[in-house]
């Protein structure tokens, strides 16, 4: 998908280049809308990745899919079908083992079974469209053409409450998510957190949807909290740290992709990964001089 | 007023009865280990304690009020929890937690300094307290078990409680660290004035310091000085059925045709026969 005409050719002058990138009224929108989601997932994302919550959350963002599907197919706009069915899915998935009081052992089950449901609707209104659903690849691969000023407001708005959220119940859920036992008998209403994290995380699926295309989020919801997580045990400098490798992956996924043939979703997972082992790489690293130190005396 | 007060309390969990009727007093001060077989409830007490469940029966009053009005008085210590070795958050971060983590909202960096100031303090206090300094900066997940107890330790002291639970503190921990985590305890009841109540599988790492035992059994509890309390008749009593308390001869007691709950007290399970059969 080469936007690329003569105009996008990458010289020396890096001032020059992103001038002329931010020409585009499109890439500023790509830019506006990359930040906010990246910002949004990299803080919801550490909290899932604390709460050992990915499958949970790979389903919140796999049901974008169905959303942007049915939505296009409705004829409305597939941001709405993102955050109508994300939200849908996260109250199924807090409600329904909550009303069978088996607790968290039937949880995977619920969301299992709610995923495979989410991709065959998804199926069905893709074949119900008849004919070729224009952008199909967009809504699971990503894109960054054509993102609307309006659909930036809605990913600003969303976020603010987002973060609102957090800025509220930030302390207790980080209590609940690492010693519920201790929590609930301190008076954390650890039942009620859990409901409003996954409600969060839903959000956060949509906005990430919107830019990675629903089978990629991950790139921005897990990878750069995992990267975090083992770069540094300290909870608040944790948090900073993915923000910023989110950023880091969307912006220069963003770039890259600006100047290169191949799709953005493409780009924004691969540097990703790329974080991911550099991380991981450092971890190992640091515990191994951990181990070295234990050894002397 | 008495610590902790029970009159004929009773606990269901859903159809099952977890005991009928316990009758307790706690003096403020005391330092109480509750003893009895797997599945007497137990840890149940603890819960009934911190009004996490609802009673079926008879009255408690907890630090002179309803169970759970004053938990921020309370420190609690769930059963061992060892934390997911690739948990990355700190150990002084759990303390910390003990501290403020029911707050709501987020600690936001450069406001309020003094008191950002004082909280620090006060966990690095803890640390040292529990003899952790070594290690808290350490993930938790990366600590040793006898490490994650003393931390957890420190956490449910943070708020200078005058009620302490803990729920088998010492289990799955070595014999030098039970002995350790035993005297930690025993130090913090004695400096502190604090009310202690644990619940122990294995009385004899705790029998040095406790003052009193409550020994569950049978849908009821038998209260009263170790010596009076484990000894072959009593537990034979309790029981219903023939129990020897051996000493050996380091001080260690031994209880012997101990039986777990489940076989002898069919009245646990409803629709159980006294075989064991449903």
Redesign the interface.
Known sequence: MAIADNSADLSWDLVRDVRQMFEFHFMVNAFRAGTIVAIVAGLIGWFMVLRRQSYAGHTLSLVGFPGAAGAIWLGVSAAAGYYVFCVATALVIAVVPRVQGRGYSEESAVIGTTQAFALACGFLFVSLYKGFLNGLNAVLFGTFLGITDDQVRVLFLVACAVLLVLLVVGRPLLFASIDPDVAAARGVPTGVLSVVFLLVLALAAAEAAQITGALLVFALLVVPAAAAQALTARPALGLATSVGLALLITWLGLVVGYYSDYPVGFWITSIAFGVYLLAKGAEWLGSRAHEGEAVVP | MNAISARGTAVQLGDRTIWRAIDLEIERGEFVAILGPNGVGKSTLLKAI?G?LPLSAGELRVLGGPPGHA??Q?G???QR?S??PS????GS??VR??L????????V?GLRRTRARQRAERVRALIDFVGANEYAH??IGRCSGGEQQRLLIA??LARQPSLLLLDEPLDSLDLANQASVAALISRIARDAGITVLIVAHDVNPILPYVDRVVYIAGGGAVTGRPSEVITSATLSRLYGTAIEVLHASDGRLVVVGQPEAPTYHPDLYRGVDAHGHR
């Open positions: 911190l996490l938990n921020h309370i609690y210590l769930p929890r934390f997911d948990l990355r958050v700190r971060d759990i937690l003990g403020d983590g029911d707050r709501w909202g987020v600690p960096p350490r993930p956490q449910a």
